[in-house]
Nanobody
Framework: QVYLVESGGGLVQAGGSLRLSCAAS????????MGWYRQAPGKQRELVAA????????NYADSVKGRFTISRDNRKSTVYLQLNSLKPEDTAVYYC?????????????WGQGTQVTVSS
């Protein structure tokens, strides 16, 4: 079992910034990558950004490129998402994800979610 604890969401005006954190614990297996997804009301959950825990390579949704930055601290098993130039359409519940290698199979674990609300 992997436990993911998120923090850092909140209410911010358009153009503002937030920093989300996600701390992982409890894993007996290697965490291949971590990422952030978001889900707005009435919409499907979508990938926002992901980062490899081995080489630090990153992947971003087109809608957040140039505004959001994902980073990691492997010593703390923590991943961060810096959200800049926020827009009302960024409003969603943001979920942390960990992709864990369990005997060759990838198992996904999720955090409880943190609300990000951007007012216009």
């Amino acid at each position: 079992q992997v436990y993911l604890v998120e923090s850092g969401g909140g209410l911010v005006q358009a153009g503002g910034s937030l920093r989300l954190s996600c701390a992982a614990s409890g894993s007996r297996f290697s965490i291949n990558g971590m990422g952030w997804y978001r889900q707005a009301p009435g919409k499907q959950r979508e990938l926002v950004a992901a980062i490899s825990t081995s080489d630090g390579s990153t992947n971003y949704a087109d809608s957040v490129k140039g505004r959001f930055t994902i980073s990691r601290d492997n010593r703390k098993s923590t991943v961060y998402l810096q959200l800049n130039s926020l827009k009302p359409e960024d409003t969603a519940v943001y979920y942390c994800n960990a992709a864990v290698d369990v005997f060759g199979a990838v198992v996904n674990y999720w955090g409880q979610g943190t609300q990000v609300t951007v007012s216009s």
